[in-house]
């Protein structure tokens, strides 16, 4: 059987699950009861977990899934050399 070229590597996706939990995560953080006229004000739509740290996770997360898709595939690299004739 043929073995088929990805372009990705296994890590690559590794690296790609995990800031899709880290922002998944994130969005968790940043859910919560909402402000409603008959239950009056609720101050917990200004908590710092819901304003800074979930959007920290998922802003993190998205930076890791670029980190993810462009990290070099060491595998594809040396077949590449190996294809290539020697002088």
Do not use: H, W
């Not at 059987?1 to 995560?25: Q, T």
């Not at 402000?35 to 800074?52: A, H, K, L, M, Y």
């Amino acid at each position: 059987m043929e073995k088929k070229n990805f372009a990705l590597g296994k890590l690559n996706y590794i690296i790609c699950a995990a800031s899709f939990a880290i922002i998944m995560i994130g969005f968790l953080l940043m859910t919560g009861s909402s402000t409603s006229i008959e239950s009056g004000f609720q101050p917990d739509i200004f908590s710092t977990r819901r304003i800074v740290a979930g959007p920290m996770f998922s802003f993190f997360g998205f930076l890791l899934m670029i980190v993810g898709i462009l990290y070099p595939n060491k595998q594809k690299d040396d077949s590449l050399a190996q294809d290539s004739p020697k002088a």
